[in-house]
């Protein structure tokens, strides 16, 4: 590794946590510094380029797969690495914030993989940010242990070889951290600063363990981000002295730009790429985004009615496992969010159903994993894989050649025949300032109504708001969708909630500034491209 020069980073309006200094290390900084040099006006032209090429989707209302690109698609010769080890079973994966508790049971689950968050399902306070890296290494190092001050239990890892391998899952590129700030008062990309400081400390206590680096990549809209990715992975594994090729990354196609990009984001990472995943919020919240100005043709009907049988979404989904199999990589399928009750078992019967009907389908359509948001699903999961790959570790074999997916099939949303109803208008507002006023307090993934919700769960309530307002959307009752009528519903949301949990825990928590936060990124004329930038100058 070479010698770092002092690091030009400064820590700013934070206080101390205990045992920072074992993450921010000098050494550690200096790194995070030079990824931030190298990196970061890349990174700023490239969110230029997103706003560039959102303004062709308004001129258009459309997208293709790229004229420019088609010889890589159209070369069969080329595959991604091959999978290590630790990496080649993936059949079902738990996602979940990187708290104390969380590290241990998702590390215990059962599942073959854990998506260590530190995006959709951890609000990026530094403490959250900073404690959430000292949990894994931590882990890596066997000394951590937690006990539950509210109910005495006590939680500790089990043997090794029962762990899940650890994905973890940093910032997306637009999302600055404004807690470390360089020279000259910028604030280093949130995806540099947990990337970096992750792969500083473990990288190669991970190969030491049998295992490797291995990243999520979050929010991507085509492969030159992929290619910014692959040459800080390039950069990074020189830095710290191991071979190339040990970084794996999955990439989540969670926006409408890179499915049609998915087989040029897999070459640009061809030699660090491990998977593509599917990822349905943030999917459908991309759409809204893209095309919210494109008539009503483009209008979604309620989320929940939204299910990956939908034509849009089947083209989606059967695209990415043709495309993952013809290039060697694993298909990941979607979330199962459901939290399991435990005082209502019909409930919990009827829920987990339709769990095994959607791990069904994944697993009997060709997917390799997919992803559960809660330990008691892992068993339901892995029996829907564990019957059609039995011994196998995945499917990759199976080149799913008799799928073909026109540009066109990927944004037939008038395909679907259900429409917005005024019930859903309630249920996005409910989930939409239930979320934003736990995230507001440092909580990322957060049970509602049953379900475990993250910011992409919010991102796609304000957005279904804002587009049936601005489509002008008449409900099934005759309601048209306004603001006015927006702002009623939130109002008597704000009024149910301050009834249901009393005046003082009202008062304690941020539920009015949750209420205004949602109604700012519902209402404006000004669409803002993440709930999380607004939100992010109000979390403290």
Known sequence: MSAPAPSPLAIVDAEPLPRQEEVLTPAALAFVAELHRRFTPRRDELLTRRGERRAEIARTSSLDFLPET??????????????????????????????????????????????????????????????????????????????????????????????????????????????????????????????????????????????????????????????????????????????QGTVRATVLIETITAAYEMEEILYELRDHASGLNAGRWDYLFSIVKNFRDGGQKFVLPDRNLVTMTAPFMRAYTELLVRTCHKRGAHAI????????????????????????????????????????????????????????????????????????????????????????????????????IRYIEAWLRGLGAVAIFNLMEDAATAEISRSQIWQWINAGVVFENGTPATADLAREVAAAELAAIRAEIGEDAFAAGKWQEAHDLLLQVSLDADYADFLTLPAYERLR
Do not use: C
């Open 333 to 432: 399928g979607g979330m199962a969010a459901f939290i399991p009750s435990r005082r209502d078992e019909e409930v919990n019967k009827v829920a987990f159903e339709k769990v095994k009907a959607d791990k069904d389908r994944e697993a009997g359509d060709g997917f390799d994993g997919s992803w559960v948001a809660h330990p008691d699903l892992v068993p339901i999961a892995l029996a829907s894989f564990d019957a059609v790959l039995g011994d196998k570790p995945n499917q990759k074999s199976r080149l799913r050649e008799d799928v073909a997916v026109a540009p066109g099939d990927l944004i037939a949303i008038d395909s679907l025949d259900a429409k917005p109803t005024y019930e859903g208008l309630v249920n996005a507002v409910q989930v939409g």
């Open 70 to 243: 088609a010889a890589i698609r159209a070369d069969d010769s080329w595959k991604v690495a091959p999978a290590p080890a630790a990496l080649n079973d993936r059949r079902v994966e738990i996602t979940g914030p990187t708290d104390r508790k969380m590290t241990i049971n998702a590390l215990n689950s059962g599942a073959k993989v854990w998506l260590a968050d530190f995006e959709d399902a951890s609000a990026p306070t530094w403490e959250n940010v900073i404690l959430g890296q000292l949990n894994l290494t931590d882990a890596y190092e066997r000394r951590i242990d937690f006990t539950d001050e509210r109910t005495g239990k006590s939680y500790a890892l089990k043997d090794a070889g029962e762990l899940a391998t650890v994905v973890m899952r940093p910032r997306g590129w637009h999302l600055n951290e404004r807690h470390l700030t360089d020279e000259e008062g910028r604030p280093v990309p949130g995806a540099l600063v947990d990337f970096g400081l992750y792969f500083f400390h473990n990288a190669q206590r991970l190969l030491d363990l049998g295992k490797g680096p291995y990243f999520y990549l979050p929010k991507t809209e085509s492969h030159l981000e992929a290619r910014l990715w692959n040459d800080v992975f390039v950069f990074a594994q020189d830095y710290v002295g191991i071979p």
